[in-house]
């Protein structure tokens, strides 16, 4: 069973940077698509960068050429370097996981989620 667990989130001024991980205690990654995802308050949840099983990156306009995502298989585990951060990157950050072979839209439905890393960036 996968089981996702975020961290690395915290507070930041604006133009810092923040790496935030997503450890799997169940399984590998390999197999797996990822992706994040974040929440502002009174927002609705969106897409922020994904990464397919093979590899191939997805990212939101708002954060191409700042965030990168990234896996080490080997630690199961996946990143989110931040870089260049906002104040409207302030929000919970959230991993999901869909298993290879379902089908993959990096915009949509996850089978597995983390319960979030709240990152929060001052002026």
């Known amino acids: 069973q996968v089981h996702l667990v975020e961290s690395g989130g915290g507070l930041v001024q604006a133009g810092g940077s923040l790496r935030l991980s997503c450890a799997d205690s169940?399984?590998?990654?390999?197999?797996?698509?990822m992706g994040w995802f974040r929440q502002a308050p009174g927002k609705e949840r969106e897409f922020v960068a994904a990464?397919?099983?093979?590899?191939?990156?997805y990212y939101a306009d708002s954060v191409k050429g700042r965030f990168t995502i990234s896996r080490a298989n080997a630690k199961n585990t996946v990143y989110l370097q931040m870089s260049s951060l906002k104040p409207e990157d302030t929000a919970v950050y959230y991993c999901a996981a869909r298993p290879r072979g379902l089908g993959f839209d990096p915009r949509g439905e996850y089978d597995y989620w983390g319960q979030g890393t709240q990152v929060t960036v001052s002026s």
């Open positions: 990464m397919s099983w093979s590899d191939v990156t």
């Open positions: 169940g399984r590998t990654f390999s197999p797996y698509n």
